[in-house]
């Protein structure tokens, strides 16, 4: 069982919304940089969100405005509030967690690791 439990994925309707939910077990979320990534069908996986210890955010460029990262530290879970979605945002969602406190914009060096959740938007 890994340490990072991602839930909250479903399928929607453009337009819909979903909050995909990531629970941390045995690895602590408060003070890392914590981070939501995707994949798409027959695409490479790329970062959507990821917010730092510190709660300072960053985000995609495809996302911004519509999506929100969030993480409750006193109940190890990070949060990702997607509105707004479109069929070009169904992919896996994955989190993942930095072995430090800061994010980068490269979205890179997440060692820790979920197991996805299928989020599915229909026209």
């Known amino acids: 069982r890994s340490d990072l439990v991602e839930s909250g994925g479903g399928s929607v309707q453009a337009g819909g919304s979903l909050r995909l939910s990531c629970a941390a077990s045995?690895?602590?979320?408060?003070?890392?940089?914590m981070g939501w990534f995707r994949r798409a069908p027959g695409k490479e996986r790329e970062g959507v969100a990821a917010?730092?210890?510190?709660?300072?955010?960053i985000y995609a460029d495809s996302v911004k405005g519509r999506f929100t990262i969030s993480k409750d530290n006193a109940q190890n879970i990070l949060f990702l509030q997607m509105n707004n979605l479109s069929p070009e945002d169904t992919a896996v969602y994955y989190c993942?967690?930095?072995?430090?406190?800061?994010?980068?914009?490269?979205?890179?060096?997440?060692?820790?690791w979920g197991q996805g959740t299928q989020v599915t938007v229909s026209s």
């Open positions: 045995r690895l602590s979320a408060s003070g890392y940089c």
């Open positions: 993942a967690r930095r072995g430090n406190w800061f994010c980068n914009t490269e979205f890179s060096d997440f060692p820790y």
């Open positions: 917010i730092a210890g510190d709660g300072k955010t």
